[in-house]
């Protein structure tokens, strides 16, 4: 009991860390563009990192960390081994002002001590045999993939914002917009169809049907199927007569508790996320209208407009620093929790859980990371307030999608990603590119020295008796 507490605590100090350790992903343009100054943004962002906790509700960051590495090489001396490499790692980063990625100390950690263990008590295995394969991989694909997503995402946003007839721009936004919109319905069906698999075995076929399936026996059947489970399902999906493209064959289990299912269906709901996200465009349309066409445009105005949004696209992406990284150590101490035998599985995790990682990272980012802030905010391009507006919300909309995918992506890869995405809109020599290469190497090192770290931190462990 004595190392769980120990381990709850460290996990904790990890995402305080990581809070002040990102602050600058969070307020680095904001401040750079003096629409706030540094305490002002610090305290900004660590309100909306902890608004995120009455906003993800699903935590398939969480799901994926806690099951990054298979559950018989998951103890507590592992745990404990990952959580002082990354802590390490993570305050060396800050230190030097090197915007690392929090996100894979952490699974560079943990992977690392987990390999560490397993060469310390069996005599061979393969790599696919102590952590998840598909998970690391993916995690590994999204060092490079979630810069550029939000480098692509900035530059559209970026483009769309300097066309000058605000008709046509407010057009190109409402199309991104429905867009979007089906997008994330998109991923919360697939939710949806995974959390049923959980309580019904849920099978869905995809097959074309033909003009008079409705009439067919095997339409029949399904139809019978679906109509057992249609309480449950709500408006997350629905069957319908000819033509209809997927039928789900479900065989009910007469023993599901109706009200772990109502709660698993209720997680898989991002609609909070969706309507914000709209309202966030109707923001940006009225404000444009009201400047360029209720009032007479001029360059002063139309700065302070862009100040003002600044603000909205910070509080967005704080949202979404505080959604992807306090979930990070959530899935942590809940594989603590489970390794200890308290639960057994992530659903379970405990409601003081998210409510003391959203806490601790909020604390994090009030305490700020200025020799980052000037990294991110002057050292990889200059950023104007249009442009920050642009960064933030690319690195918002990243990081709410990758939330949505589970992906543990690196918000310090999003956000540089998005602000060389509007730099090089301007011309390509507007990013300093030295800069931008030196952090590539960090990212590049983190998972393997943190790996190495966990796994000498894990041989002192074993020196001392854990």
């Known amino acids: 009991m004595t190392l769980l507490v120990a381990i709850i605590i460290l996990a904790l100090v990890f995402d305080y860390i990581n809070g002040f350790h990102d602050a600058a992903n969070s307020i680095a343009t904001v401040v750079s563009t003096k629409v706030l100054s540094p305490f002002q943004a610090v305290v900004w962002a660590a309100f909306f990192n902890f608004v995120a906790f009455f906003i993800f509700k699903d935590h398939a960051v969480a799901n994926t960390i806690s099951k990054t590495v298979h559950q018989e090489f998951i103890t507590l001396p592992v745990i404990l081994s990952g959580l002082v490499a990354a802590i390490i790692w993570n305050l060396l980063t800050w230190w030097y002002g090197i915007p690392s990625s929090s996100s894979h100390t952490l699974i560079g950690g943990f992977a690392g001590a987990a390999i560490a263990h397993a060469l310390a008590t069996t005599d061979g295995f393969a790599l696919k045999d102590v952590v998840e394969n598909d998970k690391i991989i993916k995690t590994l694909l999204f060092i490079f993939l979630a810069p550029l997503v939000g480098m692509l995402i900035s530059m559209f946003i970026t483009f769309t914002t300097i066309v000058r007839n605000a008709w046509s721009r407010v057009g190109i936004i409402l199309i991104a917009a429905i867009g979007t919109w089906f997008l994330f319905m998109h991923l919360q069906q697939g939710k949806v169809e995974e959390n049923m698999a959980k309580y019904y075995k849920v099978d869905v076929a995809k097959k074309a049907m033909e003009a008079d399936a409705s009439k067919t026996a095997d339409y029949e059947a399904a139809k019978a199927k679906y109509d057992a489970v249609a309480p449950y399902l709500g408006e997350f999906s629905s069957i319908g007569g000819p033509g209809v493209a997927e039928i789900i064959h479900a065989k009910v ?90 639960i057994t599985d992530i659903k379970e995790m405990p409601n003081w859980v998210p409510l003391a990682c959203y806490t601790a990272i909020g604390l994090g980012t009030l305490s700020g990371g200025w020799k980052i802030v000037k990294t991110m905010g002057t050292r990889i391009t200059k950023v104007t307030p249009l442009e920050g507006v642009c960064a933030e919300t690319s690195g918002a909309m990243t990081l709410y999608l990758t939330e949505q995918m589970g992906i543990p992506v690196s918000t310090t890869h999003t956000i540089t990603g998005s602000i060389i995405g509007v730099g090089a809109t301007k011309r390509l020599s507007a990013v300093r590119w030295g800069v931008t290469i030196q952090l590539l190497w960090a990212w590049i090192l983190t998972i393997p020295v943190s790996a190495l770290l966990a796994g000498l931190a894990y041989w002192i462990c074993t020196l001392v008796g854990l």
Request: no cysteine; charged share 15%.
């Open 253 to 342: 289990d007469p023993g599901v508790d109706t009200a772990k299912l109502g709660k698993s269906l209720a997680k898989a709901d991002n609609s909070i996320i969706r309507y914000g996200l709209m309202a966030v465009v109707l923001i940006f349309i009225l404000a444009y209208l009201y400047v360029e066409k209720v009032r007479t445009p001029t360059a002063f105005s139309m700065a302070n407009m862009f100040k003002k949004l600044q603000l909205l696209s910070s509080a967005a992406f704080s949202i979404g620093h505080g959604g992807n990284d306090a979930q990070k150590v959530m899935g942590i101490i809940t594989a603590a929790l489970i390794a200890n035998g308290d």
